[in-house]
């Protein structure tokens, strides 16, 4: 018992809503794309390129605000590129997204190496973290539970109201429904003079908007530094959990909170001295084996639409077969 | 100069809803709509009726503002209307219920009946205000949907109701339906028409698409009658009786004359006794229906379309199955073998889709021509195409078949229709299949390439096949036919003789006047 006191308490706690945060936010863009029905696989390289032009922004300008403005517009122009392929010249958007996954990787290098010299990590140079915020009363009302609630970031408190935002956003407001419509019955939005392609832009920039905040909050957060591949898979993790979650605010938030509390839980694992590599591999062993468990109900229907879009390939192979084209 | 003989013209004007003058539509060489004129009076039901392709809604597509005439003129409540798209027409009060439904599954009933014109409060979306509305509109025309449900788990009747009501909500004083009830049960279409009478009771109008007799007897207050893109005449349903709609319909003039033949009649090829099926909607679509077919004779099928035909051609290509009753191809009980099998046992077969089971219309001729043979030598190998002899086989065919086309490369969908059918009477004629099964073979194709078909139908009972041929045109049934089955609803109604056959009693059968009724009439 004194083990698994000193495992799960309120330091635990908010150290998974911390580490929640970013996911959740990144996980919250790709509602957005996922609602409109772009499956955007990008995620992890906004939020890459979110967090290093972060800290480029907040050494350059000395402001932790101004930076985190910075990593989202460079979020932002990764968002737009994307649309532009993807929506304007219907490009495959897998191929798309990877493609700027690694180029966020590739910059992101280099970049460093130019402006920096150094391979690995930027530390110092006089980057300034965000402040954190203590909410007055807290420690009176809640006592020993105030960092529940008390001393996070301005990005993880909006993360988490983001959630209700975006639930009213879908349910209440017109553009939420479009970008719904959009998803679900493109031919309807069409007939009703919705513009799709205008929707799928608003709705990939929206993404993009999150994503870089995600991605500051990954660099000037808790730790002020930014290291080589440092959003580490969670946009992946990401896409993942949307596609579960079907975009669903809620769901997603379910989904993040067992992936950050996973994160924060092997964190916690890796001071009793447990191998590191190891440890490291929880928060993902954790939310794929939830999400098989989820979806292993929904199966039949998983397989049976695999099975249509391997038909429907295997249709076009047919037709393209004998005008001389080669099946690829 | 204003004189009086002009305020009553004005007047008569300002009582049709719609006014239609001289429309005329082409696709490419093909004339969809010819010179129609059509007038709407206010607060009448106005059935357009006409078989498949007469041009019913393509003429109501340019009403609507989907499509730009290419001659003519539209006045819609006495004004004379460019309708450059649907919003000018929505905006003169036009509201169109489409044949394929546009709803959003996810969404509930309130959200799809307001999407696009959302009432709002605070810049927020008002669920409560939109769902009494809809609950409002519901009530008062009849039309039953519970506001608050999910549109993914209703039914297409209901579904219909919902797209009506969309219609309303945007002010629609003037209703186009296409077809509206060829997705409902017979119950939901009775529902239909209160709906219909009620929105007339209203000081509405209606407009409604069908080649069901039935319905624009039972629910029309005027019909016009198209054929073939023209309009053949507009006229108070009271002084119609159905045989006369019938005969507008199918047309009366005999175009082609009877193709002479040699008397042969051979072995019985297929046995049909006592067959029942039932429809995409799991209603009886074919009631108890025994006929045989020999060798060397053509069998026609005739009937207004959506009476059996499509689910008869489907059950004896093994497409569907039938729920009770038996048919024998030389022998073999149909209902144990694939669609590949019977192929296999001597089915030969002309869908009367060619588009969607005729022709994949993005591959090559040569690969069109190819389907269905693609797993025997010599067409393949071991599992490996031999394109050299699909090729050559492609154009022979092409050369016999007269098939205007560049080669046996070129796709399918470059064709015209009448090419396009002989492409896929190539491919089920050289098959040396002893029963040809053949569905509306002249469906939208050019008079010079209907004379081409109907000789080679002739050259193949010459040779010998057993030939079923369903067709809506009645001259061409005339034409082909050794014996002439009347479907209605589902049966047959009767037979006649092909040589010298009565129109009138076709017509009267046509239109549900059973066999022995007429038999007893005086010769």
């Known amino acids: ?328 | 100069m204003v004189s009086n003989a002009g305020s009553p013209t004005l007047h008569m004007k300002a009582e049709m809803a719609v006014a239609l003058t001289g429309i005329t539509k082409r696709f490419g060489a093909f004339v969809a709509n010819d010179g129609i004129d059509l007038a709407v009076r206010r607060g009448e039901i106005h059935a357009i009726i006409g078989e498949n392709g007469a041009g019913k809604t393509t003429l109501m597509n340019i009403l609507f503002g989907l499509l730009q005439p290419d001659e003519g003129s539209i006045r819609l409540n006495g004004e004379e209307t460019v309708v450059t798209g649907p919003a000018v027409a929505i905006k003169a009060g036009l509201g169109m219920v489409h044949q394929h439904f546009k709803l959003v599954p996810s969404l509930s009933v309130a959200d799809n009946v307001f999407l696009g014109m959302e009432i709002r409060r605070h810049g927020l979306i008002d669920h409560a205000a939109q769902i009494a509305r809809t609950r409002e509109l519901s009530k008062r025309f009849g039309l039953q949907v519970d506001p608050t449900e999910r549109v993914g788990l209703l039914s297409v009747g209901i579904e219909q109701r919902i797209e009506i009501l969309k219609v309303l909500v945007r002010g629609a004083r003037t209703i186009i339906l296409d077809e509206p009830t060829a997705v409902l049960t017979p119950q939901e279409s009775r529902e239909l028409f209160q709906t219909l009478r009620s929105f007339v009771a209203e000081g509405m109008t209606v407009i409604f698409i069908s080649h069901h007799l039935e319905e624009v007897m039972e629910v029309s207050d005027t019909v016009t009658v198209l054929r073939n893109g023209k309009k053949v005449a507009t006229r108070p349903t009271a002084e119609l009786s159905k045989d006369e709609l019938v005969r507008m319909m199918v047309g009366r003039e005999v175009s082609f004359d009877r193709r002479p033949r040699a008397p042969s009649r051979g072995e019985v090829v297929l046995q049909v006794e006592e067959l029942w099926a039932r429809d995409d909607r799991r209603l009886p679509a074919l009631r108890n229906v025994s006929f045989t077919v020999r060798s060397g004779e053509v069998v026609g099928i005739a009937g207004v379309a959506g009476n059996g035909q499509t689910e008869l051609a489907e059950v004896l290509s093994g497409l569907r199955p039938a729920s009770h009753g038996i048919a024998r191809l030389k022998g073999r009980n149909l209902a144990a073998l694939s669609p590949r099998e019977i192929r296999r046992a001597g089915l030969a077969h002309v869908p009367g889709d060619r588009m969607v089971r005729g022709v994949d219309r993005n591959a090559s001729i040569a690969a069109n021509m190819l389907m269905g043979r693609q797993h025997r030598a010599p067409w393949s190998s071991c599992g490996v195409l031999n394109w050299t002899v699909i090729s050559q086989n492609a154009s022979r065919l092409i050369k016999d078949f007269d098939i205007r086309a560049q080669g046996p490369g070129d796709a399918v969908k470059r064709l015209s229709g009448g090419n396009i059918q002989k492409v896929v009477l190539a491919r089920e004629f050289t098959n040396d299949a002893d029963f040809l099964l053949i569905d509306q073979p002249t469906r939208g194709v050019d008079i010079g390439a209907q004379e081409a078909i109907h000789d080679e139908i002739m050259r193949q009972r010459a040779a010998g096949r057993a030939i079923l041929l369903i067709s809506v045109q009645l001259d061409e049934l005339a034409a082909l036919a050794d014996r002439i089955l009347v479907m209605f609803n589902g049966r047959i109604m009767g037979e006649v003789a092909g040589d010298g056959a009565d129109e009138d009693r076709i017509g009267m059968m046509m239109a549900g006047v059973a066999a022995p009724e007429l038999a007893a009439e005086p010769a």
């Not at chain 1, 397989?303 to 192979?317: F, H, K, N, P, Y």
């Open chain 1, 1 to 328: 018992m004194e083990i698994l006191d000193k495992l799960v308490n309120v330091a635990l706690i908010a150290a998974t809503l911390r580490t929640t945060a970013p996911i959740l936010l990144v996980a919250l863009g790709g509602s957005f794309t996922t609602k409109a029905g772009i499956f955007n696989i990008g995620l992890e390289g906004q939020m890459l390129a979110g967090a290093f032009f972060a800290v480029i922004g907040s050494i350059w300008t000395g402001s932790a605000l101004l930076g985190v403005a910075c990593g989202v517009a460079a979020a932002l122009a990764f968002a737009l590129v994307f649309a532009v392929l993807v929506v304007s010249f219907r490009a495959n958007e897998v191929v798309v997204g990877l493609a700027l996954n690694i180029l966020a990787g590739g910059m992101t290098i280099s970049l460093m190496k130019a402006i920096f010299g150094t391979r690995g990590s930027i530390v110092g140079h006089g980057i300034v973290g965000l402040p954190k915020v203590q909410l007055p009363g807290a420690r009176e009302l809640l006592g020993s539970w105030a960092p529940l609630i008390s001393g996070f970031t301005p990005i993880v408190y909006v993360a988490f109201i983001a959630v209700p935002l975006l639930v009213l956003f879908y349910n209440r407001t017109r553009l939420g429904l479009y970008i719904r419509v959009v998803g679900e019955k493109p031919e309807a939005a069409e007939a009703l003079g919705i513009s799709i392609t205008r929707v799928r832009y608003i709705a990939s920039l929206l993404c993009g908007l999150l994503a870089g905040l995600a991605g500051a909050h990954l660099s000037l957060g808790y730790i002020t530094m930014f290291t080589e591949n440092m959003s580490s898979g969670r946009g992946f993790m990401a896409v993942a959990i949307l596609i579960f979650s079907n975009g669903d605010p809620l769901k997603v938030l379910a989904g993040c909170l067992l992936f950050g509390f996973a994160d924060a839980f092997s964190l916690r694992l890796q001071t009793f001295g447990y191998p590191s590599y190891l440890v490291l591999t929880v928060p993902y062993v954790v939310a794929l084996t939830a999400l098989f468990a989820l979806s292993y109900r929904a199966r039949p229907k998983i397989i049976a639409e695999t099975l249509a879009s391997m038909q429907r390939l295997l249709s076009t192979d047919k037709n393209t077969g004998p005008d001389g084209k080669h099946p690829s």
